[in-house]
């Protein structure tokens, strides 16, 4: 029987506080217990300030515990793209800013000795055609050239020694990004933010967030708290309790299965060097070894807005076998999904509304980003000097026609397909004409 909890929650279920009583007031309020909420009052209560955390679930049962671990703190639009949308200056500001939140993860994780399995492992981009082939080449040099970041294109005829598989038109493998157990760090991050002073209240709900004389005032399901700042770290779970941002953040499903134990000899045939791994298609999959390096966890989209229908897993399954073929009668042990949060231009961000301060966007790359941007917006808080971030942007934009629900997701999930299947067919024909299935 499959699982439909997350794989992690084996090692590192999400916890069930107990109860504590809500203080009346506080200097800061926090909505939402994932990586950005906990690192935001992880580095608040440190500064001294009092802090209350509210999470409508158990902490962390949102996307912190759910996600494939790979920290890889993704830039989506490319750094021409960027160019193009904020200049130039704001696109390498963007880019230097993702290096320093990368490499500040790993020195967090060190020093606060947080036992998550981390290890920089590098990743793989497959390229799945010849022309992406060339663009991961161009960009392992700019990698390597402006940031120094080891970087470097595989060709095909070599990528059977960073990964067992001839799908891909080679790719390019970066050093800079590694892999970890996203419920063990985010069950380190609760232990420290606790162990600071920081009040989490699991299992409570904002209602809602009202400005009053010198600050606000934050109902909850079990009374209210007056407090003089709000930081609001709610990204792909955002609820009714804000409409505003409802219409700016859209929440996306992401699933991830995986496969059974494998052997030795067949976990080092698939992924002979561990690494995470991405690609170039437009409903890209992301996938790795588990920490033990003993399965494969395989995510991509899942396509679905409502319930938890069996075909998302079984075409799951499919892109997994169109890679691996070997892997066709494997066993898929767990399947699950949660929400990332996509937004019209697809840059994680901080912004603020009437006083309340937020961090999200992340677009499916929070594991570095998320505790990055809360604490950034704690700084913020605080006044520091160095709390600026190139995450500081206006609100994102109201997505048109939309005020939560997905509804549009099935047909875009429909045509990147499509999208995907036709430039499959193009690059096999032009490689000589082979059947496509
Ligand atoms: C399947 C999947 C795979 C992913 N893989 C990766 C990956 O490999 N690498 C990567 O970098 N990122 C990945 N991500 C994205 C990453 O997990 C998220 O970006 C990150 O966890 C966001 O953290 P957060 O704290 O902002 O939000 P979350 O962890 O989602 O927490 C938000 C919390 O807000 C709470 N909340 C909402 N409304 C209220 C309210 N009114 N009152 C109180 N609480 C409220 C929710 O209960 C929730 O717990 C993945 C995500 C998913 C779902």
Redesign the pocket.
């Known amino acids: 029987m499959q699982q439909t909890q997350p794989y992690w929650w084996e090692a590192a279920p999400p916890s069930t506080l107990p109860r504590s009583s809500i203080a009346p007031r506080c200097d800061v309020v926090i909505?939402?217990?994932?990586?950005?909420?906990l690192s935001a009052a992880l580095n608040l209560a440190r500064a001294g300030r009092s802090v209350q955390v509210?999470?409508?679930?158990r902490?962390?049962?949102?996307?912190?515990t759910?996600?494939?671990?790979?920290?890889?703190g993704?830039l989506r639009p490319g750094f021409q793209a960027m160019v193009k949308t904020f200049g130039e200056a704001r696109a390498k500001a963007l880019q230097l800013e993702a290096k320093a939140a990368r490499e500040d993860l790993i020195e967090f994780i060190a020093r606060e000795q947080i036992d998550c399995d981390f290890k920089l492992t590098g990743r793989f981009s497959g390229a799945s055609n010849p022309g992406d082939y060339e663009g991961l080449a161009r960009e392992a040099e700019v990698l390597s050239k402006q940031l120094g970041v080891e970087a470097y294109a595989v060709p095909r005829a070599e990528q059977r020694s960073v990964l067992g598989t001839d799908f891909y038109h080679g790719g390019m493998v970066r050093a800079d990004i590694g892999g970890l157990h996203?419920a063990k760090l985010h069950a380190g991050m609760l232990r420290i933010a606790v162990e600071a002073g920081a009040v989490v209240h699991g299992e409570?709900?904002?209602?809602g967030v009202r400005a009053e004389a010198g600050g606000f005032e934050v109902a909850t399901d079990r009374g209210s708290v007056g407090c003089s700042h709000v930081i609001t770290?709610?990204?792909?779970?955002?609820?009714q309790?804000?409409k505003w941002l409802r219409r700016r953040l859209v929440p996306v499903r992401?699933?991830?299965i995986a496969t059974a134990p494998l052997s030795d000899n067949l976990m080092r045939q698939l992924m002979p060097r561990g690494v995470m791994c991405s690609e170039t298609r437009k409903l890209h999959y992301?996938y790795r070894p588990s920490p033990d390096g003993r399965r494969i966890l395989f995510?991509g989209r899942d396509g679905t807005i409502a319930g938890d229908p069996a075909w998302p897993t079984r075409s799951l399954r499919r892109a997994l076998v169109d890679i691996f073929p070997v892997l066709d009668d494997i066993e898929i042990t767990h399947t699950w999904?949660?929400?990332?949060?996509m937004n019209r231009d697809m840059i994680p961000r901080i912004f603020s509304k009437d006083g309340v301060r937020y961090?999200?966007g992340?677009c499916?790359?929070?594991?570095?980003?998320?505790r990055w941007a809360?604490q950034k917006a704690a700084q913020q808080v605080l006044g520091l000097p160095g709390a600026t971030s190139a995450l500081d942007f206006r609100p994102p934009a109201a997505v048109p026609l939309f005020n939560g629900t997905a509804w549009f997701m099935p047909a875009v999930f429909a045509w990147l397909t499509l999208q995907d299947r036709v430039n499959r067919v193009r690059s096999k024909r032009a490689a000589g004409g082979e059947r496509v299935h």
């Open positions: 909505v939402g217990a994932g990586y950005t909420g509210f999470d409508r679930m902490p962390g049962e949102g996307a912190s759910r996600n494939g671990g790979i920290a890889s993704n996203p409570t709900a904002v209602r770290g709610t990204n792909g779970y955002a609820d309790s804000d992401s699933r991830i992301y995510g999904y949660g929400h990332v949060a961090a999200a992340y499916g790359s929070g594991v570095v980003w998320a809360g």
